[in-house]
């Protein structure tokens, strides 16, 4: 007993607030990191981040604990250096995390995403916080230096030097997708829980569920997956916004029909109305029921008239759902008034009887 007070008294006031408070952000790191994280935070990323969380306290724990239970006579200056070090790095990325978080709260915008209410970035959010974290990032670094025992001037900027060039060298890769991220949100075109619609080699509709300061992550509606696209690549992309109306009708979407010369406009005007007045009595429908459809006739081929079906939806989000929604009651409304969607043929190749 008297070995373990005379070991308990080898600590200073000032480490043993350090341990106790270190064992509390152990104790509360979950709802701790849950609180600064965003609502859509995934249960991966944020067992990721707690994980991080609890290793650098235990470390600054063991890290005093060894000073004083393994050192206790021997000089120990690098251990100190060590400790201290340790205990800057995880400062500057905890201050880090709740200047981020107050930035959020401050400046940021309230939006759904992906059905939950969360804070969204800003262009607002993105500079304040670029300048936060490069603030604590030097003076991080500079005390770094100065617990490392780099105390000359060209010590010092030796090692700051170094850091400038590997990210001078290396600013090509980050750079671009940085100030592509900050054009996006000062543009306000493509915001967090927007449905927009890019052609990088094919049609993606997509979700906006993440811009991130290096990437934008993508819900894929068609097949429930996300995409990961660069700020920059993203950038240079044409980018349709579905959620941005033009008019306070919504937006408006167009189904083409192909129907025979021998089927006049008053019958192809009668399905289209049908099929709406159909889908109106259905509540699960997007269509906006108080907007009729209005219907062009806007090519005439060869072989069929083409008509073109304008309606007007704004549930985006279901936006799929409400196009294959549409077009399957109107096959299914025509087959019952007996109108061929298929193309019709102007004439009949019979092939020759092999008995005659």
Same mark, same amino acid.
């Given at each position: 007993?008297? +070995?373990l007070s005379?070991?308990?008294?080898?600590f200073s %006031?000032?480490e043993?607030?350090l341990? !106790?408070?270190?064992?509390?952000?152990?104790?509360?790191?979950?709802?701790l990191?849950r609180?600064l994280?965003?609502?859509t935070?995934?249960?991966?990323?944020?067992s990721?981040k707690?994980?991080?969380?609890?290793?650098?306290?235990?470390?600054v724990? /063991?890290?005093? !604990?060894f000073?004083?239970?393994?050192l %206790?006579v021997v000089s120990?200056s690098?251990?100190t250096?060590?400790?201290?070090a340790v205990l800057?790095?995880?400062l500057?990325?905890?201050?880090?995390?709740?200047?981020?978080?107050?930035i959020k709260?401050?400046f940021?915008r309230?939006?759904e995403v992906?059905g939950?209410q969360?804070w969204?970035?800003t262009?607002? !959010?993105r500079?304040?916080?670029?300048?936060s974290s490069?603030?604590?990032?030097v003076?991080?670094?500079?005390?770094?230096v100065r617990i490392?025992g780099f105390d000359s001037?060209l010590e010092a900027g030796g090692?700051? /030097?170094?850091? /400038?060039?590997?990210?001078?060298?290396?600013q090509?890769?980050? +750079? %671009?997708?940085i100030?592509?991220?900050? !054009?996006?949100?000062?543009?306000?075109?493509?915001?967090?829980?927007d449905?927009?619609?890019?052609h990088p080699?094919e049609?993606?509709?997509?979700?906006?569920?993440?811009?991130?300061i290096?990437?934008?992550?993508l819900?894929n509606?068609?097949n429930?997956?996300?995409?990961?696209v660069?700020?920059?690549?993203?950038r240079g992309?044409i980018i349709h916004?579905?959620?941005?109306?033009?008019?306070?009708r /919504?937006?408006r979407?167009?189904?083409?029909l192909k129907?025979?010369?021998?089927?006049?406009? +008053?019958a192809?005007?009668?399905?289209?109305d049908a099929?709406?007045?159909q889908?109106?009595?259905?509540?699960d429908?997007?269509?906006?029921?108080?907007y009729? %459809?209005e219907?062009?006739?806007?090519?005439?081929g060869?072989?069929?008239?083409?008509w073109t079906?304008?309606?007007?939806t704004?549930d985006i989000r279901h936006?799929?759902?409400?196009?294959q929604?549409?077009l399957?009651?109107?096959?299914?409304e +025509?087959?019952?008034?007996?109108i061929?969607?298929?193309?019709?043929r102007?004439?009949?190749?019979q092939?020759?009887?092999?008995?005659?």
């Open positions: 007993m008297n +070995a005379g070991w308990l008294e080898a %006031p000032a043993g607030v341990i !106790v408070a270190n064992l509390l952000l152990i104790a509360f790191s979950r709802p990191v609180a994280s965003r609502a935070t995934s249960e991966e990323s944020l990721g707690l994980h991080f969380f609890r290793a650098a306290n235990v470390l724990v /063991g890290l005093v !604990v000073s004083n239970a393994v %206790p120990h690098w251990m250096r060590l400790l201290g800057v790095a995880f500057g990325y905890l201050s880090a995390h709740v200047a981020n978080y107050l709260r401050r940021g309230m939006r992906n939950v969360t969204t970035d262009y607002n !959010v500079i304040l916080s670029l300048l490069v603030f604590l990032f003076m991080v670094l500079i005390a770094e490392l001037l090692v700051i /030097g170094f850091i /400038g060039v590997m990210l001078a060298l290396t090509g890769a980050w +750079a %671009p997708d100030i592509g991220g900050l !054009v996006i949100l000062n543009s306000r075109l493509v915001e967090e829980g449905v927009i619609e890019i080699g049609t993606i509709l997509g979700i906006v569920y993440k811009t991130k290096f990437h934008t992550e819900l509606l068609a429930n997956h996300r995409i990961m660069g700020n920059a690549a993203l992309m916004n579905l959620s941005k109306f033009a008019s306070a /919504g937006l979407e167009a189904i083409v129907v025979g010369y021998d089927t006049d406009e +008053a192809v005007r009668g399905l289209v099929t709406f007045e889908l109106c009595r259905a509540t429908c997007g269509v906006e029921g108080k009729p %459809p219907l062009r006739a806007t090519e005439a060869d072989f069929a008239v083409e079906v304008d309606y007007h704004k936006l799929l759902t409400t196009r929604t549409v399957g009651t109107l096959i299914a +025509a087959g019952r008034r007996g061929a969607l298929a193309t019709p102007l004439h009949v190749v092939a020759p009887d092999p008995d005659s």
